[in-house]
């Protein structure tokens, strides 16, 4: 080995010119490391953007899309109803008497025991076929019977072949009204007279034997109908006028209303009363997000386009033509008053309260001036954002050039992304180049350490010749 330098010496020495060699991959990383940043910058830019596009779209819909159209409804008292309001509700008020609910049309056997055996006894062996019909639809149901079955068996029986027929319009089921005894319950599947029960035997008298008849109404333990014909359909009166139902969810009364009945009133009570109105507080909490999304844009590209006065340091985004136009564009959009609307419309936010400050951000500045335009003058607010030329209008189709998948800012990602894969090419080259060095100097020393071991050997073999040529005699 040399003398004074060891191999962990040497790694040391090739280690460190390593660092001094890879100081320019260190630099490139550095570059590379400032255009992530920026691209994670435009990220957040885009998502930023996407949230205030999303917040112009709802304010610049129109027709039955419109949140300017949105109505809420009041109800007196929503114990005997709930209300679900559109767009196309009419802003006025209402009186509602709710006479009766509609209810399942219902047919009961007869009661019978258990274990008794009767049935089978009038019945007889064999097949007993019967029709059910509901809303002008009939469906055949066949019970086989060998004569030996009890009562429970033979109504077990009936529920099973009932409800195994498809598209029948009925459940069967069974009430067991003591412990030894049961009736048969057929049940319509939907509410109302139009699906009301017919019940016919087709061979023999199996539907009779079971006291199960649509045209008398049970009593004690006979069989018959629960409900007559006239207590099935849903009753309400509406500002004094009789309206009939099957359903107790009332769709089409009142326009652009859902009637959810819930119990009747009862005779004498004072009629619910009902209130349509336009939903002002939604229509602001739109606009509120509105203004939030917007200045969340403009703080964001304030913090990342500004420069320190003192120390000049330039933030990512400094001198980006795109982000600067950006902020100028959305501004100016801002500003200029709607066009196309009637003679002496509302055409700027400022006219409804909405201001902007000297660094572009906006606020509401008289919410008591915006409540009262969206109450006395709702159709020109909405114009003022959803017209042809309205603000949000505007903001929408200006956005798509940004955030679309084929915006400014994909591009600009995109060109960023080329430049970190032309770094990422140029360090592994470099990393490459270092590596051949290193292993370069390393073999080197390794030749120059064999050849100085070689050297060190013959000069200890000639060391010990000569000692050995002065020995004494």
């Known amino acids: 080995m040399i003398s004074g330098v060891g191999s962990g010496s040497i790694e040391s020495l090739l280690q460190s010119y390593r660092t001094l060699e890879e100081q320019p991959i260190r630099q490139l990383e550095t570059q590379r490391s400032g255009i992530n940043n920026r691209i994670s910058i435009f990220n957040d830019l885009k998502k930023k953007l996407d949230a205030l596009q999303s917040a112009m779209k709802k304010l610049s ?67 007993h076929s019967f029709e059910i019909s509901v809303n002008g639809t009939p469906q055949q149901v066949s019970i086989d019977i060998t004569g030996e079955e009890d009562n429970e068996t033979i109504i077990n029986r009936v ?161 980006d033509f795109a982000v600067s136009n950006l902020k100028l564009q959305m501004r100016t959009l801002l500003t200029q008053p709607v066009t196309g609307l009637a003679d002496g419309s509302l055409t700027m936010l400022a006219q409804i309260g909405i201001t902007t400050d000297r660094y572009g951000k906006l606020s509401i500045s008289d919410s008591g001036k915006l409540e009262e335009n969206l109450k006395g003058n709702l159709d020109q607010v909405s114009a003022i954002f959803n017209s042809a030329d309205g603000m949000a209008t505007r903001f929408v189709d200006f956005l798509d050039s940004y955030t679309s998948a084929d915006g400014i800012i994909e591009k600009r990602k995109s060109v960023y992304q080329g430049n970190i894969n032309m770094i990422n090419t140029r360090i592994s080259r470099l990393e490459d180049l270092v590596d051949r060095k290193i292993e370069s100097y390393r073999q080197q020393f390794s030749q120059l350490q064999a050849a100085y071991n070689m050297y060190s050997s013959q000069y200890a073999s000639l060391g010990s010749l000569m000692q050995g040529g002065f020995v004494s005699y």
């Open 159 to 319: 529920v099973s072949a009932v409800n195994d027929t498809a598209d029948i319009g009925i459940r069967a089921s069974v009430v067991n009204d003591t412990d030894s005894t049961a009736r048969l319950v057929f049940t319509s599947k939907e509410t109302g007279a139009d699906f009301e029960m017919n019940l016919t035997d087709i061979t023999g008298t199996f539907l009779a034997n079971l006291g199960m008849n649509d045209s008398t109404a049970m009593s004690g333990n006979s069989g018959g109908y629960v409900y007559d014909s006239s207590e099935l359909n849903a009753r309400i009166t509406v500002d004094g006028i009789s309206i009939e139902r099957n359903s107790n969810t009332i769709e089409n009364a009142i326009g652009g209303l859902t009637l959810t009945l819930q119990k009747p009133h009862a005779a004498g009570e004072s009629p619910a009363t009902l209130n349509v109105d336009n939903d002002v507080e939604s229509i602001q909490k739109n606009i509120e997000d509105f203004v939030t999304a917007y200045n969340d844009v403009m703080s964001f590209i304030q913090t990342n386009t500004q420069i320190n006065t003192t120390t000049y340091e330039r933030s990512a985004l400094s001198g």
């Open 61 to 127: 819909g129109s027709g039955t899309t419109s949140i300017f159209g949105n109505k809420i409804s009041t109800v007196s008292d929503e114990s005997y109803m709930t209300v679900t309001t559109t767009s196309t509700a009419t802003p006025t008020s209402h009186t509602v008497f709710i006479s009766q609910l509609a209810k399942a049309d219902k047919i009961i056997s007869n009661q019978f025991s258990l274990a008794g055996t009767d049935l089978a006894t009038s019945l007889g062996a064999g097949t």
